[in-house]
């Protein structure tokens, strides 16, 4: 099981965020080393994304938001919304985003 999912949703159409190309990268010393990454489902759900344990360090969810947009008909000011955090290491990450044409939230979820 991953130990990361996150769940994409549209607040502009009400709805999930379907086909939203999604990576996870680990940064060191600045650099990204690609550990994964996904297409949210019809439900806008990555389930699977990246390895079973998170290191305690530097990581990035990287969302592509242009290919998105351009695939529902919307023009988004946002070309793409990364996320940086740091694991905490007690347990299953969950990472949801809110999209909108002119803003974005994130939060961890549960």
Do not use: K, W
């Amino acid at each position: 099981m991953s130990a990361l999912t996150t769940h994409v949703l549209d607040t502009a159409l009400g709805r999930p965020a379907a086909g939203v190309a999604v990576r996870l990268e680990r940064l060191r010393d600045g650099e990204p080393v690609e550990l994964g990454n996904g297409i949210t489902d019809v439900d806008g759900r990555i389930e699977h994304l990246g390895p079973d344990h998170l290191e305690i360090t530097t990581h990035r969810l990287v969302f592509d938001v242009a290919s998105y947009a351009r695939s529902t008909g919307q023009t988004y000011f946002l070309a793409a919304v990364d996320i940086t955090f740091t694991p905490t290491g007690d347990g299953r990450l969950h990472v949801p985003l809110l999209l909108s044409p002119f803003a974005c939230s994130a939060y961890r979820g549960s």
